[in-house]
C-alpha cells in the first residue's frame, strides 16, 4: 500500500484570502485539481463558502482527488471581548463541517482577526512592544483562544491550534511565548508557520526548538528579505508587502528549510507539511507555482517525514 502524502498545499496559495480582497480567483474544482496535479496530497478548507459547506458534497470533493482535508483557518478579533460569541459560533460551524466532511483530523486553525487593526497592520513586520496588548488585553485574548478551543473540542473532538500572523496581535517570537505560557499546552496547540515567524523577527528553527511539543501543525512559507526591508524601510503596511511578493515560492527567500526539516525530525513531528505562497487574487501563475514548491520539498526530501 502507497504511504499518504505528507505533503499539501493550501487555497491562499490560489489567491483565496481571508481579508476579502476583489480580484479574479479560481474556484474551488480547479484549486483542487491544480493541487492534485502539482503532487499535494492535502489541503486546508479555505474561506467559509469557498468549497462546499454540505460535508457529502465537500467529502465527495475530496475523495474524488484523494485529497485529505487538514484544517480551516478561523479569524476571530480575540481582543475585543463583543466578538466572542460571534468568533466562537464560527469556530464551532467551521469545526463541525470539518468533522463530518473529515472525522477527528482536521485542525480548526485559531486566529487573530488580522489586518483589521490599523497600528498592527501599518507595523507588520516591525512591531514594537508598545504597539501590544497591555496585561488586561492578555488576559482577554488568551481567554477567549482557551474558550473557543474547549468548545471546539467538547462539541466536535476537534483540535484548535493557534496561528501567529502578520498584522495581529501575536506577531512577534516574544507575543508567540506570552501567548502559550498563558494557554494550556493540552488545550490549544500551535500552527508554526515559518514566512510569518520569520517575517515577524525570528528564525523559524529556533521557534521549533523553543516550542517543541506544542507544534501541532506547519505551514512552510518562505520570506523575501528584500521585500521585507522595503517594508520597514518604506513603512509600508501589510497588504503593500503581500502584494509586492512577501512570501516568496519555496527556496527563494532567506527561511532555512534545511533547517527546519532537521527541527521538525529532530521533534518527530508526524503531520503534515502545508505549503502557504499568500498572493492576491489574479496574481502570480499559481499552477506553476505549487510545482516548483513541489519539486523543492523532494529536493529537501520531504515527500513525507518520519513516523
Not at 491544480?34 to 479555505?46: I, K, P, V, W, Y
Not at 460551524?93 to 485542525?107: I, K, M
Not at 498592527?120 to 496588548?133: C, D, M, S, V, Y
Not at 521533534?267 to 507555482?289: C, F, H, K, N, R
Request: proline letters at 6%.
Amino acid at each position: 500500500m502507497t504511504t499518504p502524502l505528507k505533503v499539501a498545499n493550501a487555497p491562499c496559495s490560489w489567491g483565496v484570502l481571508e481579508f476579502g480582497f476583489n480580484g479574479p480567483t479560481a474556484g474551488f474544482a480547479q484549486v483542487l485539481d491544480e493541487m492534485r496535479a502539482a503532487g499535494f496530497g492535502g489541503t486546508e478548507l479555505g474561506d467559509w463558502g469557498f468549497m462546499p459547506t454540505d460535508p457529502a458534497r465537500l467529502r465527495r470533493e475530496l475523495a474524488a482527488r484523494e485529497i485529505t482535508l487538514l484544517g480551516a483557518f478561523v479569524p476571530v478579533a480575540l481582543s475585543q471581548p463583543a466578538a466572542r460569541a460571534a468568533g466562537e459560533a464560527q469556530a464551532l460551524r467551521t469545526a463541525r463541517l470539518l468533522a463530518e466532511a473529515a472525522g477527528d483530523q482536521p485542525f480548526v486553525i485559531l486566529a487573530d482577526d488580522n489586518g483589521r487593526d490599523p497600528v498592527r497592520t501599518q507595523n507588520a513586520g516591525r512591531a514594537r512592544p508598545e504597539h501590544g496588548l497591555d496585561e488586561a488585553g492578555w488576559q482577554v485574548f488568551a481567554e477567549a483562544a482557551s474558550r473557543i478551543a474547549l468548545s471546539v473540542r467538547s462539541q466536535t473532538g476537534l483540535r484548535t491550534v493557534f496561528h501567529h500572523h502578520g498584522a495581529g496581535f501575536v506577531e512577534t517570537p516574544a507575543e508567540i511565548d506570552r501567548l502559550l505560557a498563558l494557554t494550556d499546552p493540552g488545550l490549544l496547540g500551535l500552527c508554526f508557520d515559518t514566512g510569518h515567524y520569520r517575517f515577524g523577527g525570528g528564525d523559524p528553527a529556533a521557534g521549533l526548538r523553543a516550542h517543541g511539543r506544542r507544534v501541532w501543525h506547519v505551514h512552510f512559507k518562505d520570506h523575501d528579505p528584500r521585500v521585507a526591508a522595503l517594508a520597514r524601510a518604506e513603512s509600508w503596511d501589510y497588504f503593500t508587502a503581500v502584494r509586492a511578493g512577501l512570501f516568496c515560492e519555496l527556496g527563494r527567500g532567506d527561511v532555512d528549510f534545511p533547517a527546519v526539516k532537521v527541527e521538525l525530525e529532530r521533534l518527530g513531528y508526524a503531520g503534515w507539511i502545508v505549503v502557504e505562497q499568500d498572493v492576491l487574487p489574479g496574481m502570480g501563475t499559481p499552477l506553476e507555482s505549487a510545482e516548483r514548491n513541489r519539486a523543492y520539498l523532494r529536493q529537501l526530501g520531504l515527500d513525507r517525514l518520519p513516523g
